[in-house]
């Protein structure tokens, strides 16, 4: 039987980052180079909806569509709909159901177990992003991190190579998120430009 992850703690942990952004910092930069806070923002509220239903297998626009086919952006009730996209996508996933057999994700077909991995992923990495673009503190449950950096070794070392981009070298003993975060291709000492 396939295991299944609880992503409340994580969700949580997005929430609380996103309810300490200020409207000044929308604008500021992220470590993802074509998005500002705003565009990091838009995309997890969208990816947080797509995953609700990738859960769900509810396939559509919401599954169906690349993540890189528009460039995100939040509207003027941003912080409600994430904390209520946030709130679905743990409790769809909280559904064995969800675990198994096929469903599809960015248009891709993939089986549920990885989707996921997949969505827990994202949130711990785009958490990250978050966190660094507003001076928050960070610090995922051990679990989550753990999925992470299962799946972003096993993309390192496949033959695909790395989703996100070029891996990022850092030293054996190095905290794990840090691991994590460079193995999605992003340097574990980004600081906004200036600060």
Request: hydrophobic fraction near 40%; aromatic fraction near 6%; glycine fraction near 12%.
């Amino acid at each position: 039987m396939t295991e299944m992850i609880d992503f409340g703690a994580q969700t949580r942990l997005v929430s609380q980052l996103a309810a300490h952004t200020t409207e000044e910092q929308l604008q500021a930069p992220t470590p993802c180079e074509k998005y500002a806070v705003r565009h990091l923002l838009g995309h997890l509220v969208g990816l947080a909806a797509a995953f609700q239903d990738v859960a769900r297998k509810e396939l559509g626009p919401t599954t169906g569509t690349s993540p890189d086919a528009f460039r995100p952006d939040v509207g003027p009730d941003w912080r409600g709909e994430l904390d209520r996209n946030l709130s679905g996508m743990a409790q769809a996933w909280r559904a064995p159901e969800a675990w198994q057999g096929e469903t599809e994700a960015g248009g891709v077909p993939l089986p549920g177990a990885v989707a996921g991995r997949i969505a827990l992923n994202e949130l711990v990495v785009h958490g990250w992003d978050l966190a660094r673009a507003t001076g928050q503190g960070y610090a995922p449950d051990a679990d989550s991190l753990g999925v992470s950096y299962g799946l972003l070794s096993s993309w390192a070392e496949g033959s695909g190579g790395p989703l996100f981009g070029a891996v990022v070298a850092v030293p054996g003993d190095a905290p794990l998120l840090d691991k994590v975060v460079a193995l999605s291709g992003r340097r574990p000492d980004w600081t906004p430009p200036g600060s």
